[in-house]
């Protein structure tokens, strides 16, 4: 089987719930976690007579969500019903649109490892409903013996972001989700936490011989619930598309579920084209139209989204790109770094990027902390910072303060004075430790005599092993090159 011969053509579906206070069609919470079937009502559930009243937050949050990428908007909108069965949509139909959907024609730019950068288009963005939610008693529908319906995620609005057919690869597929998630979660619309189901996605795939227009026949992997299960389900589905048209076949026009654990796809049914859904305009809801006003409004309500705020980073406090890149990836990174700068003075930028890329990550990976739990705040790492600056401690002693910093939660200054960790720079008292090091080690002494430089900074060590890490350094190197010229004339 060979790859170079074929090229693979992926479009994804991105289902985003947005955070709404309130369901899109009646005044029920939108909550995740809550008891099942605590959270609906007659409109949830369709009873007879039941009739949606729209949130225009949903509409607000949607427009938003084109704005941030890209998307122009439509004035003039509708809701259609799609009409299916499936056993967590009781009315037998989702309120969606079809032919006028609120976004189109936007793009998201993602830049591989290799530095190169693509443009992948996104076809449209429409507002709908999320049904209820299955509960397989197996590990999905086809394989479970029975399944319960929670109908409290009914009624959750809900965005579905339609790619254009413009990724090739599982590389890109994994760069333009990350790239989606932080701009939306940016822009406030979402929490997109797919582990949650607040973001799922689909992924519709073919394959073509290499250089061909024509597309290949797709088949669509269902509701993949993380970037890693969407990037071996495409490697998965793209070998097996190969394998049989090498063998002379032709895949079918399916849609399959991704099983994680066993890394295969499953069949679930064979697929339905649009028109199986019969849609037609939603007779409960009048058509929707937004001013251009209003959505000037939105547009001037939306906080500085990530790419202009890496090259802020950048441009105005001198960060490298990889720099810039990490810090911008998640919201609440960028904020608590935004913040500490506010604090430390534009000068010290650099500093708080290196202390919150190299020590805060290092320690919130140790403890498999989220951005939403940032261990140390802002004003505790610029308090370290100041003691530094002062003089009051080491570099190397403020790696331990912060690490107790983490662990207790006390500011540096408590933690210095509590653990004795105060800077020496007493000359005297250097120099006296610095003579007695020389002294008990005449190999090492030797060695320097020989030529041998290195061992100086080795002595350099031995005082700071006897300090506890809290002698000053460039003393401690003055005070040791003294002791050992000391010893050199006796």
């Known amino acids: 089987m060979s790859t170079a011969k074929w090229e693979t053509v992926i479009g994804l579906e991105v289902h985003v719930e947005l955070s709404t206070e309130t369901k899109i069609w009646c005044g029920c919470k939108n909550e995740f976690g809550a008891e099942p079937n605590t959270n609906v009502c007659p409109v949830c559930l369709a009873l007879p007579g039941a009739l949606p009243v729209l949130n225009y937050k949903a509409v607000e949050y949607t427009i938003r969500a084109g704005l941030a990428l890209n998307c122009k908007i439509q004035r003039h909108s509708k809701f259609d019903r799609k009409n299916y069965f499936y056993a967590d949509l009781p009315s037998g139909y989702q309120i969606s649109q079809f032919d006028l959907p609120l976004c189109y024609d936007g793009y998201v730019d ?28 197996g590990d999905d529908v086809a394989a479970a013996d029975y399944s319960l319906v929670d109908f409290n995620r ?13 990724l090739r690869s599982a590389e890109e597929a994994g760069l333009f989700l990350q790239k989606l998630r932080t701009i939306l979660k940016y822009s406030g619309v979402s929490d997109v936490k797919m582990e949650e189901g607040s973001m799922r996605c689909d992924v519709n795939l073919s394959v073509r011989p290499a250089g061909s227009s024509e597309y290949g026949v797709r088949t669509e992997l269902k509701n993949v619930n993380s970037f890693s299960a969407v990037m071996r389900g495409i490697e998965y589905e793209e070998k097996r598309h190969i394998r049989i048209l090498e063998e002379g076949g032709q895949p079918e026009q399916e849609t399959r579920s991704w099983r994680d654990a066993q890394g295969i796809s499953v069949l679930l049914r064979s697929k339905e084209d649009a028109e199986d859904y019969r849609y037609f305009p939603e007779p409960d809801l009048p058509p929707l139209e937004v001013s251009a006003e209003e959505i000037e409004r939105i547009r001037a309500g939306l906080p500085e989204l990530p790419d202009a705020l890496m090259q802020r980073l950048m441009t105005e406090y001198g960060l490298s790109a990889y720099d810039a890149s990490v810090i ?33 990550y290092r320690v919130m990976n140790e403890k ?9 705040t802002p004003e505790q790492l610029v308090g370290m910072l100041k003691l530094i600056e002062q003089g009051t401690i080491t570099g190397k002693i403020a790696k331990t303060v912060f690490d107790k910093m983490v662990e207790t939660g006390k500011d540096a200054e408590t933690i210095v004075k509590e653990e004795g960790l105060t800077q020496v720079a007493d000359e005297g008292e250097l120099l006296a430790i610095a003579r007695e090091v020389v002294a008990s080690n005449p190999k090492v002494f030797e060695d320097w005599k020989a030529g041998k430089q290195s061992a100086a900074q080795w002595f350099v060590g031995q005082i ?8 000053n350094p460039q003393m401690a190197l003055k005070l040791v090159t003294q002791a050992l010229e000391e010893q050199a004339q006796k």
């Open 154 to 166: 009914a009624g959750v609005p809900l965005i579905e972001i339609v790619t254009e057919p413009d």
């Open 328 to 360: 911008v990836a998640e919201r609440e990174y960028a904020q608590w770094f935004l913040h500490a700068v506010e604090l430390a003075g534009a000068g010290q930028a650099k500093t708080v990027a290196n202390w919150q890329i190299n020590e805060l």
């Open 464 to 471: 700071m092993k006897r300090t506890r890490g809290r002698a």
């Open 110 to 137: 993602i830049t591989k490892k290799d530095g190169t950068t693509r443009r992948i288009r996104i076809k449209r963005i429409h507002l709908e409903t999320d049904a209820g939610k299955l509960l397989h008693a």
């Open 368 to 376: 498999g902390l989220g951005p939403e739990q940032i261990p140390v």
